[in-house]
């Protein structure tokens, strides 16, 4: 009952913050030009890459938290949450120096205009590495109201703030403030919810230090996916015009609606532990169904009506990406098989997939900087590369199914004589 309880409220709580995504998204692409509307989704890209483990992080305390407080070892589980919040604090304040340090060419080559926007993003970052240890906790700890209230009030908060920033005139500037504003304030609600139900232990005991929190192979495959279905964005604004970088970006936002819009399918394998044999099997076969459901309600619409579209949701200025969003639609959808499996083999002992993803990873940017300066070349790089994922990963699940079973067959006979 609680695993149904945490699996709702994230997915109300994902769902809400999708929804209100789109609208700031839509919101800027009225309010900014095309060109500082593909520099501000530039730089959120990079947000994202980096934000990683602390996305990570968020299901790795909570396992912890909530296997410890299981046992009735409270004080342990305070231990732990201040060793996660304290790797957090410092692997955030090592982004923010790093921000600051290379704020000049971050600026120039994402073309933000002022060189104190990379620093608000890594001030952002910061913020969001130590509210990861609070929602870890809370849900852990099973205040799902909470830890809800915290992820489904980031992008409303993003679209409050930011929004009146960058009407104000702030423009890029305001959008990441508005972020990072966002992000702070959840901060300050998870922080009192926290002291209001749990008091941390003091010190990090023996006990704690021997919970590392999220396994490398998670890690890396997160990682590696952010940066395989967020790379292209970047390169894009390196590599082409200002004008047609925004243009991709309002594609590419329009078009990972099916990459969000399925994501619910993997949560089954980044939210558990290990799953073995057939309860695998079940779980990777009712998410392939569910990407199936979700492709034949958003594709179509995407690839037959991309002007319309671009149109209604960022305005006139952006319909002239409707080409690349037809293309795009089809990429997200490999994006999201390739996201299925990334889950599915992020538990997994095999390390082949692993291999792919750091390939695929390592061939993109080389992809798209090799290819003719095509907007319509860069998604079928991202496509391809998507695909080829896609295909790894249904390989080794139809290996590892054959394998498995036919070593309870051989059992089974055994058995039976």
């Not at 692409?29 to 500082?36: F, P």
């Not at 498995?404 to 059992?411: I, T």
């Amino acid at each position: 009952m609680d695993v149904l309880k945490s699996g709702t409220v994230l997915f109300l709580a994902s769902l809400s913050g999708g929804v209100f995504n789109f609208l700031f998204q839509a919101f800027m692409g009225r309010t900014l030009s095309v060109e500082d509307f593909g520099s501000m989704n530039a730089l959120f890209s990079v947000i994202l890459i980096t934000g990683v483990p602390a996305a990570v992080m968020v299901t790795a305390l909570s396992r912890d938290v909530s296997s410890l407080n299981s046992g009735g070892r409270l004080a342990e589980a305070g231990r732990v949450y201040s060793g996660s919040l304290l790797r957090m604090a410092l692997y955030g304040g090592a982004v923010l120096c790093m921000s600051a340090a290379f704020r000049k060419p971050i600026a120039l080559g994402l073309g933000l205009g002022r060189e104190w926007v990379p620093v608000m993003a890594g001030a952002g970052l910061l913020f969001a590495f130590i509210l990861s240890a609070n929602l870890g906790l809370l849900q852990g700890l099973r205040r799902y109201r909470y830890f809800g209230a915290g992820i489904g009030l980031l992008s409303p908060l993003k679209l409050l703030f930011g929004g009146a920033l960058a009407a104000a005139g702030f423009g890029i500037g305001g959008a990441i403030a508005g972020f990072s504003a966002a992000v702070l304030a959840v901060l300050v609600l998870t922080t009192l919810a926290v002291l209001r139900h749990f008091s941390p232990a003091g010190g990090i005991g023996r006990q704690a230090a021997a919970r590392r929190g999220p396994s490398l192979r998670r890690l890396a495959c997160a990682f590696a996916f952010a940066f395989v279905t967020n790379i292209d964005m970047i390169m894009v604004k390196l590599y082409f015009p200002a004008r047609e970088a925004g243009l991709y970006a309002a594609a590419s936002v329009l078009g990972k609606a099916v990459l969000y819009a399925s994501s619910f399918s993997t949560q089954a394998f980044f939210s558990g532990a290990f799953h073995r044999g057939r309860n695998a099997w079940k779980l990777l076969d009712r998410g392939i169904l569910r990407l199936l459901a979700v492709f034949a309600l958003t594709v179509p619409p995407l690839v037959v009506f991309p002007e319309a579209f671009l149109s209604f949701l960022f305005g006139p200025d952006f319909s002239e990406a409707a080409r690349v969003l037809r293309v795009y639609a089809l990429a997200a959808a490999f994006m999201s098989t390739a996201g299925l499996f990334t889950a599915y083999n992020a538990s997994r002992p095999d390390s082949g997939f692993l291999f792919a993803l750091f390939a695929t990873s390592a061939f993109m940017p080389l992809a798209i900087a090799w290819l003719p300066h095509s907007l319509t070349a860069a998604v079928l790089a991202a496509g391809t590369a998507a695909f080829v994922l896609s295909l790894a990963g249904l390989a080794g699940a139809v290996r590892e199914r054959r394998s498995v079973s036919g070593a309870q067959a051989k059992l089974e006979g055994i058995a039976g004589r």
